[in-house]
């Protein structure tokens, strides 16, 4: 009679389990390849007739004037696709993403979990695009997300992005494993409130931590390294030095400071931060706010993701966080 309940009970919660599991599934995200409608293009008409079809991505990403009927941009990208030279980008394109399980995985993931903690959410639709970076990298609104597949082939891929635009440290994440992250940060603003009137370079750094924290929360399995950009080797490097560096900032009196030109050497791309030191990776002063905003997030087991995305009182973040440049013990 005991092993009959004892069963009973155990089918019963294997069956509430799989019932939970069921609920809970998520929808696969749908993602339009538009870079391969516009590559199987045969005449003008063909390419005039995708943009025509699709008028948010010919207007917002490629900048139409009245979708398929910007003759130029027509004829601008019936050349290109019927380039041999970036048929051959197309191809590796092609190899490179294949089904795109990979970032319909993540997205999925993400969305769901952001729709999970923001019910408002509203997951965008997405589409690929390739036209030899002719527009840019990604273009993330509410409601459409564009990835422009050629720009993230890999350092294998015989044509890459070129110009000032793309030094070699900023070229080197031009791959598919940065552009989930990149899209979930994108989508962080909506929620990351701010104090307009706040112009501090903590303000600043609290606004990028909250979006990482966001990421992260979003993207729980997804290297950090994919998230703010550095190598493995920078995150370990400057995660030891976080004393030495903060001490920087305290020295002088940066987290108060409002100057333009002296935030921008803290919070812009560089390839490394000349005031702190050769090894001192650039935009340093987002990844303090990472760290600033992670332990506020950790310590105050009771604020929400929500909670923390709606506080836009910088300085009270700081305070509460307890952040001095210490690292954490194991």
Not at 61 to 76: I, K, Q, R
Not at 255 to 261: R, V
Request: aromatic share 12%; glycine share 6%.
């Amino acid at each position: 009679m005991q092993i009959r309940t004892v069963l009973t009970w155990t089918i019963f919660l294997l069956f509430g389990l799989i019932s939970l599991v069921s609920c809970t599934k998520r929808e696969e995200v749908a993602i339009q390849r538009l870079d391969q409608q516009l590559f199987s293009g045969k005449s003008s008409d063909d390419i005039r007739n995708v943009l025509n079809q699709n008028p948010s991505v010919a207007q917002l990403y490629f900048n139409a004037n009245g979708a398929g009927n910007d003759t130029a941009l027509v004829n601008e990208l019936y050349t290109r696709v019927n380039d041999p030279e970036l048929n051959v980008l197309y191809q590796q394109v092609q190899t490179e993403f294949g089904d795109m399980a990979d970032l319909k995985g993540q997205l999925s993931e993400a969305f769901a979990n952001i729709k999970n903690d923001f019910p408002d959410f509203r997951p965008p639709r997405v589409v690929t695009v390739m036209s030899g970076f002719l527009g840019t990298d990604l273009l993330v609104s509410d409601s459409l997300v564009v990835i422009a597949l050629d720009y993230f082939a890999g350092p294998n891929a015989k044509y890459r992005p070129q110009g000032p635009n793309f030094p070699q440290y900023i070229l080197r994440r031009y791959q598919k494993d940065y552009i989930v992250p990149a899209i979930v940060f994108a989508l962080s603003d909506k929620y990351n409130a701010t104090n307009p009137a706040d112009q501090t370079l903590l303000a600043d750094m609290v606004y990028y931590g909250k979006g990482y924290v966001f990421t992260k929360t979003m993207l729980p399995e997804v290297d950090n390294s994919f998230i703010i950009g550095y190598t493995e080797q920078q995150l370990v490097e400057t995660y030891n030095a976080q004393d030495l560096v903060w001490a920087h900032f305290i020295d002088n009196q940066l987290l108060y400071q409002t100057n333009p030109a002296v935030k921008q050497r803290y919070l812009n791309e560089r390839p490394f931060t000349a005031e702190i030191g050769p090894k001192a990776p650039g935009a340093i002063a987002r990844w303090v706010g990472w760290r600033i905003v992670s332990r506020y997030f950790d310590e105050s087991s009771n604020v929400s993701i929500q909670e923390l995305m709606a506080n836009a009182d910088a300085r009270q973040i700081f305070q509460q966080s307890g952040y001095k440049g210490q690292i954490e013990e194991e």
